[in-house]
């Protein structure tokens, strides 16, 4: 029963692909590749004349990135200028180095305005030309991130605790996600330190939810503590992005 339990967990966390940094290290605040790979895959496939293959989010510079300054998740990426590296299938009908360009601007924009990603270097190769009446849907898939949907969870329950009813209380949180282990809570608190695993809409940015989800977090961590007590800590994972719930 352990080792199925195990292998669950590893799988899950497998489908996130990387943990990356979202925001600056201040922001105690990181999301799963699988979410910020799908939001920039869509940017891209809405400009004309191009499909997107591959794409993959990375540190920059992993040596010179600064230390968080809260705890990270289990296996997370240190909080440095993120790359973007992807390929690319563009029309023969304009140049490649304007499509390659199209494509930069884009991807860019998205990670700051949509996400709230720092980026510093967007790398895009172009790897086939299309012919004019081909479509240019997206069709590829990050080669981190295998098939599915996004990691299993559970919205919140009758007894939740202050810190999960402080988090969905947040707009744009839809749902508390469990993602980095099979039996893991979506909210964790060790030695004075909170790690809150949710899912967002697509209706607010994602860096200003998981902002406001720490602050809120920290908030209830803290109530009833003398004012000169030691402050919780609280890191925020976006495990998934996705539309609020119909109901």
């Known amino acids: 029963m352990a080792g199925?339990?195990?292998?669950?967990?590893?799988?899950r966390q497998l489908g996130l692909g990387r943990l990356l940094p979202l925001g600056g290290p201040s922001d105690g605040a990181w999301i799963a590749e699988r979410?910020?790979?799908?939001?920039?895959?869509?940017?891209?496939?809405?400009?004309?004349?191009?499909?997107?293959?591959?794409?993959r989010l990375s540190v920059a510079d992993a040596d010179a990135a600064p230390e968080a300054a809260?705890?990270?998740p289990p296996s997370a990426l240190p909080p440095g200028p993120l790359l973007i590296e992807t390929e690319v299938a563009a029309t023969a009908g304009r140049p490649v180095p304007a499509s390659a360009g199209l494509l930069r601007e884009a991807l860019l924009a998205c990670a700051a305005e949509r996400l709230g990603?720092?980026?510093?270097?967007?790398?895009?190769?172009?790897?086939?030309?299309l012919d004019e009446g081909e479509e240019a849907a997206g069709g590829g898939r990050d080669d981190d991130a295998p098939p599915g949907g996004a990691p299993g969870g559970s919205?919140?329950?009758?007894?939740?605790?202050?810190l999960e009813t402080a988090a969905?209380?947040?707009?744009?949180?839809?749902?508390?996600?469990?993602?980095?282990?099979?039996?893991?809570r979506p909210v964790r608190v060790e030695d004075g330190h909170v790690l809150v695993q949710l899912a967002v809409a697509p209706?607010?940015?994602?860096?200003?939810?998981?902002?406001d989800v720490r602050d809120a977090v920290g908030t209830a961590a803290d109530a009833g503590q003398p004012a000169d007590g030691e402050r919780s800590t609280v890191a925020v994972?976006?495990?998934?992005?996705?539309?609020?719930?119909?109901s």
């Open 4 to 11: 199925d339990q195990l292998v669950t967990a590893v799988r």
């Open 35 to 55: 979410a910020a790979a799908g939001v920039l895959r869509e940017a891209g496939d809405a400009l004309p004349g191009l499909r997107i293959g591959t794409l």
């Open 70 to 72: 809260v705890p990270s």
């Open 117 to 129: 990603l720092e980026v510093s270097v967007v790398d895009v190769r172009v790897t086939d030309l």
């Open 155 to 162: 919205g919140a329950t009758a007894d939740a605790g202050s």
């Open 168 to 184: 969905l209380r947040v707009p744009g949180v839809v749902r508390l996600v469990p993602a980095l282990g099979a039996l893991s």
């Open 203 to 211: 209706d607010r940015r994602t860096l200003d939810v998981a902002r």
């Open 237 to 246: 994972l976006v495990a998934a992005l996705e539309p609020p719930d119909a």
